[in-house]
């Protein structure tokens, strides 16, 4: 008797969809990648090129037949395509093919669901997957609605689809409460932080590029690192202590991939919000990666997206160990501003990482000396909540304050400046 049950590994043909041919060994990888982590076999894979879906199947006539062919005579269990893909094109596909058809947001739903740990994670994947369903759902009861009132149609086909679209909607309801009430939370602890004198920062990067390696250098913690894409879904937040006795708290975020789908960005808007939330950004860039820059851009749509594209950055190149040239690292920190190269893995230039974030962290506050009045003494308290107080004196027109304190701080106590 067998003790262990068998994990079933199924088998694609994956369909590669894009404009721009130099971004084609980005694409075939990156799907590769996806398979991997899903727990799919690529069995070969064929390309199309397109500027706009076909309105029907997605892709042109020609290819389906010639996808079809491919996928029979190579007995695939499912054609996954790299573009979302609606439902009236699913269903019209899964009949051509005569298999299951899954799109590029799908398999991602499938990874973060695996990936999924805690409570607010499952409860966000799961928003994300009836939230991509819901549309598609409609589509499978088209043809009754097309048919209402003919025989044999009457009632049954409609009365499903109202009784399947109204659970789908008080299940996505129900979970939007329920992260609203982890978002509570996320909150109340995010609050509680900004009640210590120190900056926060997040680290975003590619799916991949080594966030999770770095927090552990960084904070000593013993996060997953995994190569696998989106190895890690919820954000961690450490604190961090940098040369001369300043500090911050840092976050790890989920990794970002080219096209992030919608569904996840609103589904996870709680999760990226520690990104928004920052005083400034890490972005860590896998250097050895050969489409590295098309994934630089990558995130800085995705932070376009996110309304956080305007907070001052590092940009981190990683995995320097694995550059044989030492003229590339320091060309590229010559190139871009704010720049150091490391290797998270082995440790190399992390000195140089560190005082950059001192810097950042330096920048962001400015020296102060005040008299507070004693019916403003609340002031005091943010002194301490935003800021670095080097000295605090009781004195009898009010008290004295130096401090090292954020913009934002320093404007509220320019009328008590010395």
């Not at 894009?18 to 991997?36: M, P, R, S, T, Y």
Request: charged content about 30%; hydrophobic content about 40%.
């Amino acid at each position: 008797m067998a003790s262990k049950l068998e994990v079933t590994i199924e088998t694609a043909v994956l369909v590669c969809v894009n404009e721009d041919e130099a971004e084609d060994q980005l694409v075939e990888d990156e799907l590769i990648g996806l398979c991997e982590a899903a727990g799919v076999e690529p069995l070969t894979t064929i390309r199309q090129r397109l500027d706009r879906p076909f309105k029907g199947t997605y892709v042109g006539t020609g290819k389906v037949e010639e996808i079809t062919v491919l996928a029979q005579d190579l007995s695939a269990d499912i054609v996954l395509i790299d573009g979302e893909v609606s439902g009236m094109q699913q269903r019209n596909l899964e009949e051509a093919f005569g298999r299951r058809v899954v799109d590029r947001t799908q398999l991602i739903l499938d990874i973060f669901a695996r990936r999924a740990r805690t409570k607010e994670g499952m409860l966000q994947v799961e928003l994300a997957q009836l939230t991509y369903m819901m549309p598609k759902l409609m589509s499978v009861y088209t043809k009754f609605e097309r048919q209402k009132g003919g025989i044999g149609m009457r009632g049954p086909g409609e009365t499903k689809l109202e009784t399947d679209k109204r659970m789908v909607r008080d299940r996505i309801s129900k979970l939007k409460g329920d992260i609203e009430d982890v978002k509570r939370v996320r909150d109340q602890q995010r609050t509680s932080r900004r009640k210590h004198p120190f900056p926060f920062a997040s680290i975003v990067g590619y799916t991949s590029a080594g966030k999770s390696t770095l927090m552990n250098r960084m904070s000593g913690t013993d996060l997953l690192a995994d190569a696998m894409p989106f190895a890690t879904l919820d954000p961690t937040t450490r604190k961090i202590d940098l040369p001369d006795g300043y500090a911050l708290f840092l976050t790890d975020t989920v990794g970002f991939i080219r096209n992030l789908p919608t569904h996840l960005v609103a589904a996870f808007q709680s999760t990226l919000e520690e990104v928004t939330f920052s005083d400034f950004i890490i972005h860590l860039v896998d250097i050895s990666h050969p489409n590295w820059e098309a994934q630089c851009d990558a995130v800085a749509e995705t932070l376009k997206r996110l309304k956080a594209d305007d907070k001052p950055a590092i940009t981190v190149f990683n995995k320097i160990d694995m550059i044989s040239d030492p003229s590339v690292r320091r060309e590229l920190v010559a190139e871009f501003p704010n720049s150091v190269a490391i290797s998270a893995t082995t440790g190399e230039g992390m000195n140089d990482l560190m005082n950059a974030i001192r810097r950042q962290v330096q920048d962001l506050l400015g020296f102060v000396k005040a008299l507070i009045p004693y019916d403003k003494s609340h002031l005091l308290q943010d002194c301490y909540n935003f800021g670095r107080v080097h000295k605090e004196e009781y004195r009898e027109g009010g008290i004295y304050v130096e401090a090292e304190l954020v913009s934002e701080m320093r404007h509220l106590l320019e009328n008590y400046a010395i």
